[in-house]
RNA sequence: GCGGGGGUGGCUGAGCCUGGCCAAAAGCGGCGGACUUAAGAUCCGCUCCUGUAGAGGUUCGAGGGUUCGAAUCCCUUCCCCCGCACCA
């Protein structure tokens, strides 16, 4: 068969071989042009724009695999939505404050400032090597006065509202650093610096709070309504805020001297008469008192206890307390299981019903009471009687069921008893309790925000420093061992701004999850210089349409982000109380199914695929391997197999712009095929513009690739193309990839627009209108579905009647009256379907034919499917012919079931046509 | 322990919400063919079993159930991954 021949080379693709095409000098190119158009700014003054965002990355000096696949997801979307027409917001910005730019600065003997800046300017370079279309006029870093300015001024709100407040805390501390550590900075089970190796004590500091727990509720309550967030974060920040309701109760503790009220939590108030002792937390208040006092006691606090064992272990107080519920007198362990920031580091001991409470009630010996049974099959708590005990003395009965050996509350069901107990009891009330903590913001570090907040020597104590005085700036960098902040002392000395005497600033910086809190905000108008920003501006863009990033932030980032979004509404008027409306969680870029890491040695570096491959080569193999939320493994022969996909399209579109000018050839091009192509370019963009919608990028691509290899085989085994067809599925497959393959996209597109209308200047791919079909994806399946059925098929003849050679292939579509009768048969829910059949006279008339495919309508009635229409499965057929022309090196005849024989005819069904195979 | 997500053909992995067109997409691997001096690349097929005209049989962790019909819905059970957890 002829070949569309190509008779010159064009420059740009002087060097392309069998290797590839020249991918430096096209991104190169197209990154130049861009910029220069600034094509991917969003003025002020857009209505509402798409808001696409990436979280963005802490400036290590080098992107990651990770990130190439979050910002490419990002990126892929928003070029997406520009693509539809939409006015984008995609900002790009770093993460800039953080410990390890100190001790890098600290390493190489320069200060953390210089080091972050060196590294945000390299990461720029490679982000704008991979390609991403960011509004660059809109980048921030978090580590800039003018940005942590309103990290200040955002303090000073909580502080105003109430909500930000000092007060002392347990922290890991490194003598030898002296300074803080974060839990993931200490180390093994003995708990070592991971800088120095040396020992971590707790040390009780005064620590800044924000009072996020004023929110629990809110931010608890309001993940119900976050549906386009994936169901693990949700369940995770539930888990995180942990509320959960019970009843406070009070025991009066008594003996030894003491004699004092202690509240104890429980969710099981319908329990209480099971409680066979109480337990102190060893940091109870009143286990205090006792350590001074009773050496067992103290032995045990200080040599026994084991708060990270399994085992339950506990000592005997010789006090008792009171059981509000009952009267009863309980004895008082010290044990080690209690957890003073768990509920109230108190609790009544329940062994009958709870497994921890009978294991150690096992090993002490206290006794097991039942007091909740089994409810009983149809139990009414009104008629029937309390049901027997259940058996504890093995284990525990955890569940709710009836209450027994509960005086006045036996024969109630758990929920009831709870409730009656809770009201009937003296100080008890219901309460609720959260896992959820008030968020300490402070460390001990140089390179973060100053919390702005002074010292007075004199009396006024801790006193904000004022809205105009902000931002308390950073001094310059010292290199000690502790907090540089401490040792900066010119600039630690200050006046007190109330009663104007002597003062010393708060060395303390703000934990830098208080920078990404809201820097979401800040995109907004990121230069504004009297507000964090702009109102108006903001109730109009935000919240942010698609948020994109890893799983690792589920609860941090995303919890605090969701706060300081509704504290803002509250305190400042914005209008929007949640700041993500879409999220996802990308999966983990893998290699050999291990997440990359350096310890492993298994990094692949992205800068070496953008050099050897190209950036758009890395894109697309990224996007088309896996849905966005699942991890997948990096393959360096799928990576090649991308880039020869790109290297044939490329070709393609050559071949043809070098072909456009002279397709006249001695044939006409076949309309039949030139249909066939026509509804598969119809049926990509159909099926792909529904999976970019959907962020699943995979399956878009397929599609898109797909075409392309209709295009090829188009061109190559229907030669002559028709012109029209060829360049519109090229110029459809050229904007189905652009999101994705931005450069060569750009480049293809101006080869065939350029071709198309000479002497106008180019448009970018990037502002291209993204392409429509009227196309139904479902009638397209259906389509696709018939004519891959119906090669099948012929195949299967082929092969098993053993036919060498075929001379002729019919392919006879059913009479238009099958099609009727499956119509009625699908619509029918009479009982007699031949009879109902038999009613159209059409059918009727063809007599035993109609009988027995009525029989076999019959025969699968509830199976029955729609099909294409008679007249679209021929010309869908007839379009097809080629293909099967072409497998099979022999004519293909597509007819009606008038034009054919009617022994034939027979076989053929609606979705079915008969085939008859001539050797 | 609690909560969430899974177990599909040689492998990776879609389908399951909305049961029938599902022997089950796609990719990889394997086999055959075309092209090539050859290799590579590319292209066309095949890849559970049986079958000389598009057929039949046995499959979607295991067991049961619902249904005319189940990879898909329900129950039980085993196993894997993730998050939380001596949480009162």
Request: proline residues 6%.
């Amino acid at each position: 068969m002829e070949r569309y021949t190509t008779p010159t080379t064009p420059p740009v693709y002087k060097q392309m071989s069998q290797e590839g095409y020249d991918h430096t000098a096209v991104e190169k190119r197209w990154q130049e042009a861009w910029a220069d158009a600034s094509v991917y700014r969003t003025p002020d003054d857009v209505d509402d724009p798409t808001y696409v965002l990436g979280m963005y990355p802490y400036p290590s000096g080098k992107l990651h695999m990770g990130h190439v696949r979050n910002y490419t997801i990002t990126d892929a979307y928003a070029r997406y939505r520009r693509m539809r027409g939409d006015d984008v917001l995609h900002p790009m910005g770093w993460d800039a404050f953080g410990l390890p730019a100190e001790n890098a600065a600290k390493e190489r003997d320069t200060n953390p400032r210089d080091w972050t800046f060196d590294c945000i300017d390299t990461m720029r370079g490679q982000m704008r090597s991979m390609g991403f279309g960011y509004d660059w006029d809109r980048e921030i870093a978090t580590c800039t006065p003018d940005y942590y300015e309103w990290n200040q001024w955002l303090f000073r709100r909580f502080h105003e509202e109430g909500l930000a407040e000092q007060r002392d805390a347990e922290v890991n501390w490194c003598p030898d650093c002296e300074t803080v550590l974060a839990d993931e900075q200490v180390e093994g089970e003995d708990e070592r610096c991971w800088r120095c190796d040396h020992l971590v004590e707790q040390r009780e500091l005064e620590q800044w709070f924000l009072s996020i727990t004023e929110y629990a509720d809110e931010l608890l309550d309001c993940i119900d309504d976050l549906d386009g967030w994936p169901d693990s974060v949700r369940q995770m920040q539930r888990n995180w805020i942990g509320r959960q309701e019970g009843t406070r109760l009070t025991f009066a503790v008594s003996g030894d001297g003491v004699d004092e009220s202690v509240e104890a939590f429980t969710t099981r108030a319908d329990t209480a008469f099971g409680a066979t002792f109480f337990a102190l937390a060893p940091d109870h208040p009143i286990t205090e008192e006792l350590v001074a006092a009773d050496d067992d006691v103290r032995e045990f606090v200080e040599e026994v206890a084991d708060p990270e064992g399994d085992e339950p272990n506990g000592v005997a107080t010789g006090l008792t307390a009171t059981n509000p519920v009952t009267g009863a007198e309980l004895p008082v362990f010290v044990a080690d299981f209690v957890l003073s920031d768990v509920g109230t580091g108190a609790l009544m001991g329940v062994p009958g019903h709870d497994d921890r409470d009978h294991a150690f009630a096992e090993k002490t010996g206290v006794d097991v009471v039942p007091v909740v049974a089994p409810e009983p099959e149809g139990y009414d708590p009104e008629t029937d009687a309390v049901p027997d005990a259940p058996d504890v003395s093995e284990a525990a009965f955890t569940d709710d069921g009836v209450a027994v050996n509960s005086g006045d509350y036996s024969g109630l069901r758990s929920a009831d008893a709870r409730a009656a107990i809770t009201a009937d009891t003296d100080g008890a009330a219901l309460t609720t309790q959260y896992r959820l903590r008030d968020w300490g913001i402070s460390r001990q570090r140089y390179w973060g925000t100053p919390i702005p907040v002074v010292h007075c020597h004199d009396d006024c104590g801790s006193v904000l420093v004022p809205e105009a005085d902000l931002p308390v700036e950073l001094p310059e960098f010292i290199n000690t061992t502790g907090n540089p902040l401490d040792a900066a002392e010119e600039w630690k000395a200050t006046t007190c701004p109330e009663c104007g005497g002597p003062a010393t600033r708060e060395t303390d910086t703000m934990d830098t999850f208080v920078d990404s809190s809201w820097y979401f905000l800040r995109y907004v108008s990121p230069d504004l210089a009297d507000a964090p920003f702009d109102p108006d501006r903001a109730d109009d863009w935000m919240p942010v349409d698609q948020y994109v990033g890893g799983i690792e932030h589920a609860v941090m980032h995303l919890l605090y982000s969701r706060f300081v979004t509704k504290f803002l509404a509250d305190a400042e008027g914005l209008t929007t109380r949640e700041p993500f409306t879409n999220l996802l969680a990308q999966g983990m870029v893998q290699l050999d199914g291990e997440k990359m890491s350096k310890s492993v040695g298994n990094v692949v570096s992205p800068q070496r695929i953008v050099d050897e491959y190209g950036a758009d080569t890395a894109r697309l193999f990224m996007m088309q391997a896996a849905q966005p939320e699942r991890d997948f493994d990096w393959s360096e022969e799928g990576v090649r197999s991308t880039y020869r996909f790109i290297t044939r399209l490329t070709r393609l579109v050559e071949e043809y712009a070098n072909a456009g000018g002279s397709t006249v050839t001695d044939a006409d091009p076949d309309p039949a095929v030139a249909a066939y192509v026509d509804d598969e370019i119809d049926a990509a963009v159909a099926v792909a513009t529904e999976e970019y919608d959907d962020l699943t990028f995979n399956v878009a691509l397929r599609e898109a690739q797909g075409l392309v290899g209709t295009l090829r085989n188009y061109v190559d085994y229907a030669a002559p193309a028709d012109p029209a067809v060829l360049n519109r599925g090229l110029s459809v497959a050229v904007r189905l990839l652009a999101p994705v393959t931005p450069h060569v996209a750009e480049e293809l597109y101006e080869t065939l627009e350029t071709d198309a209308e000479p002497g106008e200047t180019p448009a970018f791919a990037v502002d291209a209108d993204w392409p429509t079909s009227d196309a139904d994806r479902g009638t397209a399946e259906m389509r696709r579905r018939l004519v891959e059925n119906t090669r099948e098929d012929v195949r299967q003849i082929v092969d098993v009647a053993g036919i060498e050679d075929p001379s002729a292939i019919d392919v006879v579509i059913a009479p238009d009256w099958k099609y009727d009768a499956l119509e009625i048969a699908i619509a029918s829910d009479a009982d007699n379907l031949i009879g109902e059949l038999m009613q159209e006279s059409h059918i009727r008339e063809e007599g035993d034919a109609a009988a027995a495919y009525g029989q076999d309508l019959q025969a699968e009635r509830e199976a029955l499917s729609e099909t294409l229409p008679g007249d679209d499965e021929y010309e869908a057929l007839r379009a097809a012919a080629w293909l099967i022309e072409r497998e099979f090196d022999a004519p293909v005849s597509v007819t009606r079931a008038a034009d054919a024989a009617d022994d034939v005819v027979r076989k053929a069904e609606p979705g079915r046509p008969a085939i008859d195979i001539t050797e």
